[in-house]
């Protein structure tokens, strides 16, 4: 039995995982909403959508604020806790850095050095910002951040890589505020691992809540939790739609689905790497999609290493891989280089891995991919931890349109016009002519009376 669908070229069953990006969203939006609805009839003793209780949370956190935000987590995170103690302290995040064993404080010192210093270099330039030319721009930090952090079921899997992708860059942008919300456990507490992180990071305030409620109060504010001007960060899919309901209330990073690599290989690259890359992404999540593009009969040493990788994974990161692989794993033996290029662009993975004799051709052409691993040596995880960009990148085809994380996240830009009377001269008969074509005498007038 081979751990990948083998598909070739054509195939209607790749034709639907390529897809379109709005089809493969609503998909992942179907499945859940299968599920949801016991849910709710459970916890809210009715029958209700996704969207209705997204709605609902919202509603109900601007009329009562603190109150619903108590109240909604009682509910869905079985946690009860006070308003007043619904923001972490100061003291507990330095207490779980000082509990934090010091390879993994190392560690997450250099993952955050290795950040600031990338970002940094995203940084644009204004220019004009002294009145010394007619035109200028000006870049300024958003004054408030919210980053959400998902803590998996019961805080067992808490992300603290991701405390440091997404907010790091904000604060190398000069964000004045920093927020981070995360679902509380059962007693209330949140992963120390989290709050150490946040720590390191210098977050100004950290929040016991999660999942819509989280998206709700970062989006329209309480007394106890004020509101952000961009959310970001990773969730599932009902936080996604949760940030989708908030857009225009607050800006947001993308609307990010389960993780994705796809995996550009030759014979030139032992397998074992294509291999161990592939399970990487596929133990995320039992809707990640791993897809490998295999060249002059690479196919078949990958597959007899990737089902003997996958039998040795602790049994619960196995199960989870091995669900993946069985939904939504596919290899698709490609004939040459070109379609594989064709292939991958009209993909648009979060994370492509080109891992083939001579990459650097190719690199101009893969224009649509999150983020590009380039040789044996740049691994998926690698950028996941250390590398320096953050791994919070576009899903679902969305590589397409949208970026991923990075200071200018966090900008705002703002135009300069500081035009003397000669270039306003120059520049006024095309001004009055358009806008007496667009039929807006004012805007003429405006620009007509200078001229007297």
Not at 64 to 77: C, L
Not at 235 to 259: E, W
Not at 284 to 308: K, N, Y
Not at 378 to 385: L, R, V
């Amino acid at each position: 039995m081979t751990a990948l669908t083998e598909l070739l070229p054509g195939d209607p069953r790749l034709e639907r995982l390529v897809g379109q990006t709005h089809q493969r969203f609503q998909r992942l939006v179907e499945e859940a909403e299968i599920k949801a609805r016991p849910y709710y009839r459970k916890v809210l003793g009715r029958e209700a959508s996704i969207q209705e209780v997204i709605a609902e949370i919202f509603t109900a956190v601007e009329r009562e604020g603190d109150e619903a935000v108590a109240r909604y987590s009682r509910i869905f995170d079985g946690a009860t806790i006070a308003p007043e103690r619904v923001r972490a302290t100061p003291d507990e995040l330095a207490a779980a850095w000082k509990a934090t064993p010091v390879a993994v404080r190392d560690a997450m010192s250099t993952a955050i050095t290795q950040v600031q210093a990338y970002q940094r270099r995203l940084l644009p330039r204004g220019f004009g910002e002294a009145l010394d030319e007619p035109l200028g721009v000006r870049w300024t930090a958003l004054d408030r951040v919210g980053a959400y952090m998902p803590g998996g079921t019961g805080g067992t899997l808490p992300l603290p890589s991701s405390v440091i992708m997404n907010l790091v860059p904000a604060k190398v942008a000069g964000v004045r505020q920093t927020v981070l919300a995360s679902p509380p456990r059962a007693d209330g507490s949140i992963a120390p691992e989290l709050l150490a992180a946040a720590h390191a990071v210098g977050v100004d305030e950290v929040w016991r809540v999660g999942g819509i409620v989280a998206i709700a109060a970062m989006a329209c504010g309480t007394p106890a939790l004020g509101k952000v001007d961009k959310i970001v960060g990773p969730g599932n899919i009902f936080v996604t739609l949760a940030k989708r309901f908030a857009y225009g209330r607050v800006d947001l990073d993308m609307l990010a689905g389960p993780s994705e690599v796809l995996v550009i290989a030759d014979t030139s690259v032992d397998p074992a790497f294509v291999a161990a890359d592939l399970l990487s992404q596929a133990e995320h999540d039992a809707l990640a999609t791993v897809v490998c593009l295999a060249l002059d009969g690479a196919g078949t040493a990958i597959q007899s290493e990737l089902a003997r990788q996958l039998a040795t994974l602790p049994a619960e990161r196995r199960e989870t891989a091995a669900d993946s692989l069985a939904r939504f794993g596919t290899l698709v033996p490609c004939r040459d280089l070109d379609q594989a290029v064709e292939l991958s662009n009209r993909f648009a993975p979060e994370h492509l891995e080109l891992l083939v004799r001579d990459p650097k051709p190719l690199v101009s052409r893969l224009i649509h991919a999150g983020a590009i691993f380039v040789g044996p040596w740049s691994p998926e995880p690698i950028g996941d931890y250390v590398a320096g960009p953050s791994h919070t990148l576009p899903t679902g085809g969305t590589a397409r349109m949208w970026s991923g994380i990075g200071a200018d996240t966090f900008l705002r830009r703002t135009s300069l016009i500081n035009l003397g009377e000669a270039e306003f001269r120059a520049l006024a008969p095309a001004g009055i002519a358009l806008a007496r074509a667009e039929g807006l005498e004012a805007h003429a007038r405006s620009i007509e009376v200078r001229l007297r």
